[in-house]
């Protein structure tokens, strides 16, 4: 019985080749995108689960605030969390909280130029880390014992892609690589790169007993803020009843600073990338809202693929009418002639669920690059995908075609055979709805994609506040040789003409900075504690960066007291710390890192971070040498290539020892907004796919209208209509389905973008233009659909469709 209800699917298919393959092809393309979109989600839930202790583990947010002005009890607003704190916190958790099993802490990533022979770079992304790291964490270790790896001093854990830059594919534990610092590093292990899915990455860990012996009293300190902290717990440990123990915990070990300006706040490591309170942490953060968009936008893209089913069936319902007339008459039931057309459904998603995953493995590298994403084609047999791969067909096709199947199955046979049976009204409405839906949807993501551009274009074109464009950066990764020559060698570079100016400075806009505890006297007179952002810059920063004073003076080399006894804030920290007139700040004295003296200058504010966030406090100060890591060169737009080769070969007879490695900033500062773009790229593909789909439905619909009233079309013609009347005729109906479509987007869309927008501290404004052209698109689209069918049976000699007559 069922292979005859195959057969007889198969000869109906066959037999309408047309609307089968418009059919088929929806489904195959809404499958794909559904099966690239999972893909896709499925990597972003991924994150860390890779790790045993998963469940298990939570890490360290820290925060810091004003005294006054700020809520007096309870934690503080997750926007002033940061991942980076203080290294006596780890101590005294494992001190005080006897349910934690073990503790690691990491430092910021650091830069060393590594030799081994002849081969010699500047690594960056290194880590110092405790040994407890492999305890807490599940990362892989090749070579090595990892109980032990990272209790050595001076020992370091290479990844693989490390390990085989400098040593090939062999075991190279116990072996030694030079570096720019005092202090060799022995290979203690070799573990595998840190998957891709981890919401931080490393190049390498060393062991902290190492960090120690250089700067050994920072491990004391509780106003030095530059280590992350995690720890384990048990299963099913109460993170509640630990959190309500913190402010007690903080006045045993820090009684000096208030909770008020400081407290800290457990996170589960499962919330680390798409949850996080912490408005700064290191590595990747995802964007849940995103997993939550694209899920939506794959669930539409399957429905409207099932819509256009639904449609197609539906609306040659008259064709499939006698066949089901002559099937009752002689005995079929209408559970038998239901689970034929399910039968039919069922095959129509089977064939179009084979062709999705061939679609999907040819578009995946494509989607690889776009999502920044491995996406290894191993993943589609994972079990999950399989299970979509089986269940697919059924998933889709029963609730596709229980519809049409119910409709079909309820024909009157005695009508039918008289001939008495017409289309129904309802059917006509239903079909009208569904294609209202299908381009609602379609305007929207029209509508929504461009917005999504504006912003980002908005993004690239706001004006930051400096200069960043022919802005070249020379990371040097803070060698002592260099710091120690710097004057030399930014004169010596300054000399080329293609140089306009010249400064060096600890970090440039848009790279990692700590926080500084510092002091400043307020209106009242009080000496008021915050840890605002933290740029060490030279005495020419300011000036190549074209930043704009508003009030007060830069630094200058006519003040030798400023390298000492000044510091510069910005108006936001102004305002922080209650001068709403940036002049009346100026003079007041201020504390910061062992350094007292006064405020000489307030810079006007400017976009050191990204986009999404407003302009917070900072204080840039006068670095000491061995703070430096960065020189900036404002450089000519011409003979650019010719300008860095110069500048290479100067920097190698400066400072050969240091490799040449630059970067241009306007890049650089892009990089932060790379999620975005990938975001606006992967929504107008899916867009545009949503839009083919229900084109490709309207051109099935238009096309069954059109056979419909061929007879009525060569009347018309025969009594003298035009062509352009036909057109008109047979397009109106479809057009006015589109209109409607563009009235109910527009609010969807509206309120949509709005809630997306909330995340940029600088926005758009969405304006009514905005859904004005992705109506007229929809309408455009929509007629070109409909009008190239028109336009045939316009031209259609009437004496083919009437000489049946």
Known sequence: MISNYFKIAWRSLSRSKVYSLINIVGLTVGIACCILIVLYVKDELSYDKYHKNYNEIYRVLHAFRNPTGQQEQGPPAPAEYQVWGCAPVAPALLADFPEIKKVVQFTSPVTLLLQHGDKRFQEGN???????????????????????????????VLTKTLSEKYFGKVNPVGQTLKTDEDFPLIVTAVMEDVPSNSHFTFSALISMVTFRTVRAEIFDWWGYVDFYTYFLLPENANIQAMQAKVPDFLKRHNPNQSQNSYTIAFEPLKDAYLRSAAGRQPGATGSLSNVYVFSVVAAFILFIAGINFVNLTTARSMERAKEIGVRKAVGAHPQSLILQ????????????????????????????????????????????????????PFVVGIPAGIYPALVLSRFKPALVLKGKFNDSGKGIQLRKGLVVFQFSLSVALIACTGIVFSQLDHLRSHSLGFRQDQMLIIDYGGDAQVNKNMETVKTVLAENPDVLAIASSRAVPGEFFPNGTTKIASPSGEMQSFDPGLYEIDVDFLKTYEMKMAAGRGYSREFPADLEHAMIINEAAARHWGYNNPRDVIGKPFEQWGRTGTVIGVVKDFNYQSLHKNVEPLALRMAPPESLGRISLRIKAANINKTIAALENTWNRLEPQRPFRYSFLDQAFNEQYQKDKRFGEIFAAFGSLTIFIACLGLFGLATYSTEKRLKEIGIRKVLGASVASIIGLLSSDFIKLVLIAILIATPLGWWGM?????????????????????GLSAVVIALLTVGFLALRAARMNPVRSLKAE
């Open 126 to 156: 290194l880590v110092f880390a405790d040994s407890t790291a492999f305890d807490i964490f599940s990362w892989k270790v090749l070579y090595g014992d990892p109980k032990t790896a990272l209790k050595t001093p001076n020992g370091i």
């Open 754 to 774: 709005h809630r997306w927008l909330d995340g940029f501290a600088y926005r758009v404004n969405i304006h009514w233009w905005i859904f004005g052209l992705a």
């Open 341 to 392: 057309y399910l039968t039919e459904a069922v095959l129509i998603a089977l064939l179009a669920t084979m062709m999705a995953f061939a679609l999907v493995v040819l578009l995946l590298p494509l989607v690889r690059n776009i999502s920044d994403k491995p996406l290894p084609y191993a993943d589609l047999l994972s079990w999950q995908m399989l299970m979509i791969f089986v269940l697919t």
